[in-house]
């Protein structure tokens, strides 16, 4: 099973990305998917999550700015970001809960990470 990341680049403050995530390989289910960033000398921190029925949490500083959905069919979990501040620059990775199979328990999968710079 892997996890690829994309989307970052470099963009103004106020502007949007959209940041994808897909899984690749075989499994029997895939839970909670989650987005987290890890700045320059800071902590990781979660940003959002988004659980196999759709339910959504966020962090508080990036509440009503972005959004994280998934497309169960292409296994794939995404984060639109709009109205990008200069702190939200980071590299964005992506979590998954993978069951490979019925027998096992979940196993936490990282995708490898990708780069968001806003410029102010």
């Known amino acids: 099973v892997q996890l690829q990341a994309s989307g970052g680049g470099l963009v103004q403050a106020g502007g949007s990305l959209r940041l994808s995530c897909a899984a690749s390989?075989?499994?029997?289910?895939?839970?909670?998917m989650r987005w987290y960033r890890q700045a320059s000398g800071k902590e990781r921190e979660l940003v959002a999550s988004?659980?196999?029925?759709?339910?959504?949490n966020y962090v508080n500083s990036v509440k009503g700015r972005f959004t994280i959905s998934r497309d169960n069919a292409k296994n794939t979990v995404y984060l639109q970001m709009n109205s990008l501040k200069p702190e939200d620059t980071a590299v964005y990775y992506c979590?998954?809960?993978?069951?490979?199979?019925?027998?096992?328990?979940?196993?936490?999968?990282w995708g490898q990470g990708t780069q968001v710079t806003v410029s102010s």
């Open positions: 979590k998954a809960e993978i069951q490979r199979t019925i027998l096992n328990p979940p196993t936490v999968y």
């Open positions: 988004i659980t196999s029925a759709g339910s959504t």
């Open positions: 390989g075989t499994w029997f289910s895939i839970s909670t």
